[in-house]
């Protein structure tokens, strides 16, 4: 089974710290996203990657950052968190393919709180 | 760039009847898939079915099954005898068949059963 692991589930953080959210899936996925989900606004995507160092801005990627230096690795980093980046941030990769079966296979989310 | 619209916030339906979940999509262009994921609480977020917008045949996965309307770019998701443990968010996505391999989510339902 893909497991896409998220480091932490819960984090609180102070406004204007700086803050890394990892992600690590084993299934050798060349595609790893990074989303933010907000109720009544769905998912959002922040970032994505479809190679090592590669990345794309997606949405709303103002405040954000990330870095892939490895293929199993996705990293998202809040350079100065603010509160209203207080929500749930999702991790997510697939497989690279022309087809309908590259299906997203997602972390547990990591619930983020900036005070 | 193409949206999702979910337009019922929640949802909730008796154990063992039909529910029907709203989604309507614009794009401009003419093959692309299309999903449905769910998301139980506190748990992650998993593929409940596909479709190609090729195919004109709705997708069918045991309970669930997707009523397909590309001319109205709708796709419903139909839950048959509906169970317990369907309670969760239910997310409609959109991918294009080319480029960017990222989904386009809409903003989710609510789906509660009451036994």
């Known amino acids: 089974d893909v497991k896409v692991t998220q480091s932490s589930r819960y984090l609180v953080k102070r406004t204007g710290e700086k803050v890394f959210l990892e992600c690590v899936q084993d299934?050798?996925?060349?595609?790893m996203f990074w989303y933010r989900q907000d109720p009544g606004l769905g998912l959002r995507l922040i970032y994505f990657?479809?190679?090592?160092?590669?990345?794309e801005k997606g949405d709303i990627p103002e405040g954000y950052s990330v870095s892939r230096e490895k293929k199993e690795r996705f990293s998202l980093i809040l350079e100065s968190a603010s509160t209203n980046q207080t929500s749930m941030y999702l991790c997510?990769?697939?497989?690279?393919?022309?087809?309908?079966?590259?299906?997203?296979?997602f972390g547990e989310g990591s619930r983020l709180t900036v005070l | 760039a193409q949206t999702v619209t979910q337009s019922q916030p929640e949802m909730s339906v008796q154990e063992a009847e039909t529910v029907t979940l709203s989604c309507t999509y614009d794009?401009?262009?003419?093959?692309?898939?299309l999903f449905w994921y769910k998301q139980p609480p506190s748990r992650q977020m998993i593929l409940v079915i596909r479709?190609?917008?090729?195919?004109?045949q709705n997708a069918t996965e045991n309970r669930f099954s997707v009523n397909f309307q590309k001319a109205a770019k709708s796709f419903s998701l139909k839950i048959s005898d509906s169970q317990l443990g369907d309670a969760a968010m239910y997310f409609c996505?959109?991918?294009?068949?080319?480029?960017?391999?990222?989904?386009?989510f809409g903003q989710g339902t609510r789906l509660t059963i009451n036994p």
């Open positions: 479709q190609e917008a090729y195919k004109q």
């Open positions: 997510a990769s697939s497989l690279w393919t022309s087809g309908p079966t590259g299906e997203l296979f």
């Open positions: 990657s479809y190679d090592v160092k590669m990345k």
């Open positions: 299934m050798d996925h060349e595609n």
């Open positions: 996505a959109y991918r294009s068949a080319e480029g960017a391999q990222k989904l386009v």
């Open positions: 794009t401009s262009e003419s093959d692309y898939y």
